[in-house]
């Protein structure tokens, strides 16, 4: 049996900075990745953005500055209309929120999840008091008024003072603990992919608004000497699985249509991930001895 202060189901960005921080404050900690950092991450092209209070706890526990090179600030928020029939890609009106009228300093910062995660990993493996066991999930949950214990694939049991369930939206940890939610299908997926273009993007993160959902462009650093932007376009579920069937050429003639062509021609400048749009409430975000973290 593995002993321990605190144990993680999940290595995603909420479970690696959880575990990050209750190591840092003297906790010896389990985290459990069921997957290995190539595998989750190989094809996730999403971004983060991290405010400014997340900035702040970044740099509490020792991360910030080893992203911020990789971290672009988002000083404009640009809402474009183009909603309409057709979607023909025609701007009805626009509005930019600048940050500079509220802060001294930008929204937040931009960082790709691949980067944030391998800067995590190699943190927490930095950490005497914080054991990474990849490939290996939670499969069951006991809790007592004492302790807690968790079954994990491997055979393995851990028995914690606190579990935390940061292993998704089907977590096994909250259903064993008997935490329902209400799950909330929109219809719709999300292609995640990045860019190059022409036009600079002069720190702006644009969301364009049309029919089938908005198509967000968020600035990223210039990617082989040409400006480069990550997207995520949104739209009903059988035109995006369409979308992410089509061949190039002609994929990157629909996204610039899409994008109203505010940043010139877009270029595809990684391979294109597709995720459901659905939301889940739980009814509780704790039980005895477990809490729950994440989106």
């Known amino acids: 049996m593995i002993t321990t202060d605190v144990f993680i189901a999940g290595a995603g960005l909420a479970g690696s900075i959880a575990a990050l921080s209750y190591a840092k404050s003297a906790r010896n900690v389990v985290l459990a990745d069921p997957f290995s950092y190539n595998e989750s991450s190989k094809f996730d092209y999403r971004t983060t953005a991290y405010l400014q ?12 500055d080893r992203v911020i090179d990789s971290a672009m600030p988002l000083e404009v928020m640009k809402i474009i209309d183009a909603s309409g029939m057709g979607d023909t890609g025609e701007i009805k009106s626009e509005k930019n929120f600048n940050s500079s009228e509220i802060s001294d300093l930008p929204f937040g910062w931009n960082v790709k999840n691949s980067v944030m995660r ?18 290996t999930r939670a499969v069951d949950f006991i809790s007592r008024d004492d302790a807690a214990y968790v079954k994990l694939s491997s055979g393995k049991t851990v028995k914690a003072k606190l579990v935390i369930a940061a292993d998704g939206r089907n977590s096994v940890l909250r259903k064993k603990t008997g935490i ?20 600079p993007h002069k720190n702006i993160s644009t969301e364009i608004h049309l029919s089938g959902g ?23 579920s059988d035109k995006a699985a369409k979308l992410m069937e089509m061949k190039n050429n002609k994929f990157e003639e629909e996204m610039t249509q899409r994008s109203c062509n505010i940043l010139g021609p877009l270029k595809l400048a990684s391979k294109r991930s597709l995720w459901p749009i659905i939301s889940q409430v739980a009814d509780r975000i704790y039980s005895q001895r477990l809490a729950l973290i994440g989106e």
Do not use: R
């Open 214 to 236: 908005p198509f967000t462009l968020v600035p990223l650093q210039d990617h082989d000497g040409k400006p480069s932007s990550a997207v995520v376009w949104m739209d009903k």
């Open 118 to 135: 391998s800067t995590l990993q190699d943190l927490i493996e930095g950490q005497s008091n914080c054991k990474l066991i990849k490939g």
């Open 53 to 64: 209070p997340s900035k702040s706890f970044l740099e509490l526990i020792g991360v910030w």
């Open 180 to 199: 329902s939610v209400k799950t909330y299908n929109f219809g719709q997926k999300a292609l995640a992919f990045a860019v190059t273009h022409s036009i």
